[in-house]
């Protein structure tokens, strides 16, 4: 339900900032994560963790990151339809979530290091993606600005059919 403060529509505000983070922000701190992991030595994973198979799940789970990012950030700046809305909310909560916990599973799977141990290391990372998921959902769910940018494209067609 669109409102009618014309004002507030369009990208701006609140939604340019999570189109920032999402666009570029994440995507830095995702290719200084790479960074980080390929200059891991061996032995800094553990005695019997082989490193490679490590680095090559965590830069297949940072390509998928770098990829969900840039289409929902893409999508929230160019195409402005309801369902852009709906496809941002599951895609922060497949990004932050889902593929976290892929992550911890493809981890244990490769490296044979303990699921249990992995979950420890990563509560606070997936605290944090509820958290970031969990406002940036009420957003868009909530927000006049998002109401009234994302609305129905109607056309002639669809006004006599």
């Known amino acids: 339900m669109a409102y009618d403060e014309r004002a507030l529509r369009g990208v ?13 922000l994440s995507p830095l701190r995702t290719v200084f994560e790479a960074i980080n992991l390929w200059s891991l030595q061996p032995g800094q994973l553990g005695e019997d963790a082989d490193i490679l198979p490590f680095q ?14 840039f289409y929902i950030a893409w999508r929230l700046y160019a195409v402005h339809r309801p369902e852009t809305v709906r496809i941002a909310v599951r895609g922060l909560w497949l990004l932050t979530i889902v593929l976290s916990l ?11 290091m303990s699921i249990g141990a992995l979950l420890g ?15 940036w959902t009420a957003y868009l769910l909530r927000s006049r600005r998002v109401a009234n940018t994302y609305t129905p494209d109607y056309d002639s067609a669809d006004v006599f059919a």
């Open 102 to 112: 892929v992550e911890i599973i493809l981890v244990t799977i490769v490296t044979g």
């Open 12 to 24: 701006g505000g609140w939604l340019a900032l999570l189109i920032v983070l999402l666009g570029i």
């Open 56 to 69: 090559l799940v965590e830069t297949a789970v940072i390509l998928v990151k770098l990829a969900g990012s």
């Open 121 to 135: 290391r990563s509560i606070l990372i997936l605290a944090q993606g509820v958290i970031f998921a969990g406002l």
